[in-house]
């Protein structure tokens, strides 16, 4: 019965994408999908409507409500334009800036986006062509906009496009405007509700100008310049897996003194179908092999990797022997804090009101080191638009000096409001530079905060569950979570229980609950045990996955001790992968 339900409603609200108002090509492909005795694509694609999740509107490119094409994402515009007639209808022009990467259609999309806002009277600022997200946050803030929006998925693969919308301070839309966002959006019925004529007045093309302002000030960031001149020859292979950091990030890299940049060739190539790499995801190792490659023939020191749209960075560096190794993002942010704070502190520049943050399912490591340091440190949820939250919240009362999340997102800067891969690249090697004044390298100074801080292992993990059945199996993961809590991990019994969703804690060896203050309820939970241990789970907001992090703790008092600890923390996080069946 729920299911010929499901088709009645899925059917009807395909027939509305019929009408004259849609393109001939749009009601071609839909009436195939009407007239197919098997349902599947039909339901697939109109199931349900695109919604802001903590990386905005993402979905398979295609016909349907369901995924990415010209009118979703021209109601997308619609909805959001409407809203910012309303929040600012006191501003004689209100004005947008727009970027996208490298992906297929996100040209085109950034091009409807423009042309929709235009037509709503609003001013637009379109990138002349693909950029890092990190520069259409800066735009907005440098340009004195209102909003703006970056097409791209990210880090997704190739059939995936999106929409990251932004606010007037260049972080991601959170609470109340999303929600009120979404509330316009679905006052657009169909193609007749979007304004799609422009006004090419409106639309004023940026690029060359905007992208020297934002290179300078990145390049400003730069606290260790005696070590980088000293350094300055150091060997970096940077890729860009085909995306939008393929001219800025070297630029950046020089800009702060960086001499030897070697690419890869094969990389350096713009297409969104990224044919080197079955991901363009640099959290997996995949993605940076043809880049490793390209640092053993060059005897490289580091190896740098940015995702499609240049927001996230990965890393490589060699280990003692020599070998080159990934450094995941876990320790890639705390190294990066660690940087932070150490450096200021040498340097004498290091100040009560400075602070960091990470989210709730990044490693503790950054805690310990924050903590040892008397720096203060701030959680939040998973998604730099908290991360940006949190800055918004303490402007001119603290000082912002870094912050980090575990999918290989960095932010040294508060010019600028989302994860940045250009100065994220330009500050790993920085830290390189001022390593290598200490006689360390980048592998040896991450042993030694082991070593100063504790030993903390972590690993991700994603169980995928594609379409409606699979949002309805990790809503029931979810419900079974809550339903039967964890009560111990690896033999140490959980202490603590964490539901963001009830914004409540619970005590378990205390017997006592108390509230989570935190900005608006969030679908994790999170369990810590007696020994240090946590395990956070939450459904994905931009893909279809669970997603489990678990953390372990040790410690060590020498080099060969590290080694030994560090194979029984792997030890037992196989042990509680085995336990909750992941």
């Not at 960031?221 to 860009?240: F, G, M, N």
């Not at 190294?335 to 004498?348: F, N, S």
């Not at 409540?504 to 020994?531: C, I, R």
Request: hydrophobic share 40%; charged share 25%; with cysteine.
């Amino acid at each position: 019965m729920e299911q010929n339900e499901l088709l009645l409603s899925v059917r009807a609200k395909a027939t509305t994408w019929l009408a004259e108002s849609y393109d001939a090509e749009t009601r071609q492909t839909v009436q195939a999908f009407l007239d197919n005795e098997n349902p599947n694509d039909l339901i697939e694609a109109f199931y349900r409507d695109l919604e802001f999740g903590t990386g905005g509107l993402r979905g398979i490119m295609g016909v349907g409500s369901n995924r990415m094409n010209k009118y979703t994402v021209g109601a997308a515009t619609q909805g959001l334009a409407n809203y910012l007639r309303q929040e600012f209808s006191g501003l004689e022009q209100i004005a947008v800036a727009i970027g996208h990467d490298c992906r297929n259609n996100s040209a085109l999309f950034a091009r409807i986006t423009a042309e929709v806002f235009s037509a709503n009277g609003i001013k637009v600022y379109l990138f002349d062509g693909l950029r890092p997200t990190p520069e259409v946050s800066f735009a907005i803030r440098e340009l004195g906009c209102q909003s703006g929006v970056m097409i791209t998925a990210s880090h997704n693969p190739k059939e995936y496009n999106g929409y990251k919308a932004y606010w007037s301070d260049g972080a991601q839309i959170i609470a109340p405007h999303d929600r009120n966002i979404i509330v316009e959006v679905n006052k657009i019925k169909g193609a007749e509700d979007i304004k799609f004529t422009p006004n090419e007045s409106l639309i004023e093309l940026i690029g060359e100008e905007m992208d020297k302002k934002f290179i300078a000030r990145v390049a400003e960031l730069c606290e260790a310049k005696d070590s980088v001149q000293r350094h300055h020859d150091l060997k970096i292979v940077y890729t860009p897996i085909h995306g939008a950091g393929v001219r800025l990030i070297p630029e950046a890299l020089r800009a702060v003194g960086f001499t030897n940049i070697i690419n890869v060739p094969e990389q350096d190539v713009v297409s969104g179908d990224f044919p080197t790499v079955v991901s363009p995801n640099p959290e997996e190792s995949a993605a940076l092999e043809l880049a490793i490659k390209r640092a053993e023939e060059t005897g490289a020191d580091l190896v740098l990797a940015s995702d499609p749209d240049a927001d996230r960075l990965g890393v490589a560096v060699r280990d003692n022997e020599g070998k080159i190794v990934l450094i995941n993002g876990n320790d890639m942010c705390a190294m990066l804090t660690y940087y932070a704070i150490t450096q200021r502190k040498e340097a004498g520049t290091l100040e009560a009101t400075d602070y960091v943050v990470k989210t709730i399912v990044t490693t503790e490591l950054i805690k310990a080191i924050a903590d040892k340091n008397e720096v203060k440190m701030f959680d939040c949820y998973t998604g730099f638009k908290w991360i940006a939250d949190v800055i918004r919240k303490h402007e001119g009362k603290l000082r912002y000096i870094g912050g980090g999340e575990e999918s290989y997102g960095y932010l040294r800067e508060d010019f600028i409001r989302d994860k940045s891969s250009v100065s994220a690249c330009t500050m790993f090697c920085e830290m390189a530079a001022w390593a290598a004044d200490k006689g360390l390298s980048v592998y040896q100074l991450l042993q030694q905060i082991y070593l100063d801080y504790g030993l903390y292992k972590e690993q991700g993990i994603s169980v995928v569950h594609t379409g409606k059945s699979g949002a309805e199996e990790i809503e029931a993961m979810m419900r079974a979570f809550r339903e039967n809590p964890i009560k111990s991990l690896a033999g140490s019994p959980v202490t603590e229980v964490l539901d963001y969703a009830k914004l409540e804690g619970k005590w378990l060896d205390k017997g006592e609950t108390f509230q989570l203050h935190m900005p608006a309820t969030s679908n994790v939970l999170q369990y810590k045990t007696l020994d240090g241990t946590k395990v956070s789970i939450r459904p994905s907001g931009t893909e279809p996955k669970i997603k489990f992090y678990v953390g372990v703790r040790s410690t060590a008092d020498s080099l060969e001790n590290l080694a030994v600890a560090e194979q029984e923390c792997l030890a037992k996080i196989a042990q509680i992968r085995q336990e909750l069946g992941i």
